[in-house]
C-alpha cells in the first residue's frame, strides 16, 4: 500500500547491504521513481561517491545529476594500443559507409530491366528456359532484323514483347519448340513469373544490403566496447548503480562488467517481468522486489494479452505478483503514513481491510473552502470522443474520450482554490483518459497554467504527434496534471498533496 514506508524500508535494506559490500543494482521503471529512490539512498547516508546513474542527462534532478555516469571522471586512461585499434576501426567503418548508402539505394530504386533480369535468368537452374526465349536472335552474319519504321531491335526486344502478353513479334517463325511453352502463357502466367523475379532480385539486393549494414554493426558494436571500457572502469567502482528497465536492457554490457551482487527493484508491481529478468546477470545472488502486488500491473500495448481479458496470456502480470500469488515467502506493511484516515478508509474498505492509519495522519488542519476532505460530484453531461489519440492500453479502441463540462469544472475548481491561498505546486489533477488529459491541458494554458505531464503521459502525446519533444523536457515548476494509470510515476507529488489533505 503507498504510503507504508515502502521506499523508506527499501533504502535501508540497501544500507545494510552496502555496508556488508555488497554490489547492488538498483532498477525502477521510471526516471521519477529512480530518481525519488537514490535520493532516499543519499539520506540514509550512503556516500554519493559510491553511487552511479545510468541514463539521459535530461531525465536527472539537480540532487541526482552529479551521480550520472558521464558527469563522473573515474581516471582511467586509454593505452596506446586501444588508440591504434580505436582509428583502426574507424577507418574500416569509413569504408563501409560508400557502398552501404549503394546498397541501399539499389534496393529502393529497384526496377525491373532486361540488363538486370537477363543475368538472373541465364544462371538460374528454374528458369534458363526463359533466357533462351528471350534471346534476339543473330542472323549468320550478324544482322538482326529491323522492327516497325525501320528501327533497329534491341536486345529486349523480346522480353517487351513477353511482358505486354503478346508473342514474339517479328520473330514469330524463329522461335525453337522449347520455347514454346513460355510463349503460351497467359497474362496472369506471365505476370506471376514477373513478380517472383523481382521478389527475388529485390531479395538478393537485400542481403547484399544486410550484410553491409551488419559488418557496419560489428565494427561499431567493437568501437562502443572500446569506448565503454572508460564506464565500465567507473562503475566498477561504485557500489550502487541506479537505472531505469529501459537503460538496463540498453547498457546491459555496462552491468554486466559491474558484476552486481544483489538487484533492488523499486515498484516492482509495475514492471514487465521480462523486464526484470535482463537485469539478472550471472554475478546475481539475491533479488529483492518491493512493490504492492494489489496497485498498478504493468503497461502493455495489447488489451488481449493482459489479465484483465482472461484468456491466459497475463502479459502484464509482474514477477512480483506472480511469485506472491504461488505463495513465495514476502513481507507486508500493514501501517499507513500519507493519508488522513477519512481518506484511507476507502483502500480499506475496497482492498487492504488490515491497513492501519499512523499516529501522523490524525489532527492536520482541514481544507481551506471545503466542508469535507473528500467530495462527490454527480452531472449528467455526457462525454465526446478524442479521435486523435487512442488509449495505448487497448489498440482494439481508436479513439480516447473527453468531457467539457468536467474540464471547466476543473478549471473552476483551481481558481477556487487559488482563491483560498493554495498554490500550483499544492494541485495535482488525475484523469482516466489521455483526451481528457489533453482538453485540460489546453484549458490550464489558456488560463495561464502551464501544466506539468508524467513521462508516460508526455510519451503517450509525443507519438501522437500532439507535443514535441522540445516542449516535452521543459524544466518548470507548473501545475501537475497526470493519467490515472500514472499515479505511481507521480506518487512524491501526491503525497505532498495528501498530506495537506
Known amino acids: ?23 547492488i543494482l538498483v532498477v525502477s ?34 540532487k541526482t545529476l552529479p551521480l550520472l555516469l558521464s558527469e563522473q571522471k573515474g581516471g582511467y586512461r586509454r593505452s596506446r594500443s586501444t588508440w591504434y585499434i580505436l582509428d583502426n576501426l574507424r577507418a574500416q567503418a569509413r569504408e563501409l559507409i560508400g557502398p552501404t548508402i549503394k546498397a541501399f539505394s539499389e534496393c529502393r530504386q529497384f526496377s525491373l530491366k532486361w540488363e538486370t533480369l537477363s543475368e538472373y535468368l541465364e ?18 552474319d550478324d544482322w538482326r532484323l529491323a522492327g516497325k519504321r525501320k528501327q533497329k531491335v534491341g536486345p529486349d526486344y523480346l522480353y517487351q514483347q513477353w511482358v505486354k502478353g503478346k508473342g514474339p513479334g517479328i520473330y514469330g517463325k524463329t522461335f525453337s519448340a522449347a520455347s514454346e511453352a513460355v510463349w503460351m502463357m497467359n497474362q496472369n502466367e506471365r505476370q506471376a513469373h514477373i513478380e517472383r523475379w523481382t521478389r527475388g532480385l529485390i ?23 572500446h569506448w565503454s571500457e572508460a564506464d565500465s572502469f567507473t562503475i566498477g567502482q561504485k557500489k550502487i548503480i541506479g537505472c531505469t528497465t529501459t537503460a538496463a536492457a540498453k547498457y546491459s554490457h555496462l552491468i554486466r562488467a559491474a ?16 523486464h526484470i529478468l535482463t537485469a539478472l546477470g550471472p554475478s546475481v545472488k539475491q533479488l529483492i522486489l518491493i512493490g504492492d502486488h494489489k496497485q498498478l500491473r504493468p503497461k502493455i500495448n495489447n488489451y488481449a494479452l493482459s489479465v484483465e481479458k482472461g484468456e491466459g496470456f497475463d502479459l502484464n502480470r509482474s514477477m512480483f505478483e506472480r511469485l506472491i500469488l504461488q505463495g513465495a515467502s514476502h513481507k507486508t506493511l500493514h501501517k499507513q503514513h500519507r493519508m488522513v484516515p477519512e481518506i484511507s478508509r476507502f483502500p480499506r474498505e475496497l482492498t487492504y481491510p488490515e491497513l492501519v492509519d499512523g499516529p501522523g495522519t490524525s489532527g492536520r488542519p482541514p481544507i481551506h473552502g471545503l466542508r469535507d476532505r ?7 453531461k455526457p462525454e465526446a470522443v478524442d479521435r486523435a489519440l487512442s488509449e495505448r492500453r487497448d489498440p482494439d479502441v481508436k479513439e480516447s474520450k473527453q468531457n467539457p463540462f468536467e474540464a471547466e469544472m476543473v478549471i473552476k475548481c483551481i ?18 483518459y489521455l483526451g481528457q488529459l489533453r482538453l485540460l491541458q489546453d484549458l490550464l494554458r489558456k488560463n495561464q497554467h502551464d501544466p506539468e505531464l508524467s513521462e508516460m503521459d508526455k510519451r503517450d502525446l509525443i507519438r501522437a504527434g500532439l507535443l514535441s519533444e522540445a516542449s516535452a523536457i521543459i524544466d518548470r515548476k507548473p501545475l501537475r496534471i497526470s493519467t490515472i494509470g500514472m499515479i505511481i510515476a507521480q506518487l512524491s507529488d501526491v503525497t505532498k498533496l495528501t498530506e495537506r489533505l
Open 374 to 380: 473528500v467530495v462527490f460530484l454527480n452531472h449528467g
Open 123 to 140: 544462371f538460374s537452374d528454374e528458369d534458363s528456359r526463359f533466357f533462351d526465349a528471350f534471346q534476339v536472335p543473330l542472323s549468320k
Open 29 to 62: 521503471y521510471t526516471n521519477h521513481a529512480l530518481d525519488q529512490f537514490l535520493e532516499d539512498l543519499i539520506a540514509a547516508e550512503i556516500p554519493a561517491d559510491m553511487i552511479v546513474r545510468i541514463g539521459a542527462k535530461a531525465k536527472c534532478t539537480p
Open 415 to 432: 481558481k477556487y482554490f487559488g482563491q483560498q491561498g493554495y498554490s500550483s505546486h499544492n494541485i495535482v489533477i488525475l484523469t482516466p
Open 203 to 225: 531479395g538478393e539486393r537485400l542481403e547484399t544490403f544486410q550484410k553491409r549494414v551488419g559488418g557496419f554493426d560489428d565494427i561499431q558494436e567493437k568501437i562502443d566496447a
Open 1 to 23: 500500500m503507498s504510503g507504508t514506508g515502502k521506499s523508506f524500508l527499501g533504502a535501508i535494506i540497501a544500507k545494510l547491504l552496502f555496508g556488508s559490500g555488497k554490489r
Open 259 to 274: 558484476r552486481p551482487d544483489v538487484v533492488l527493484v523499486e515498484e516492482a508491481g509495475e514492471i514487465l517481468e521480462a
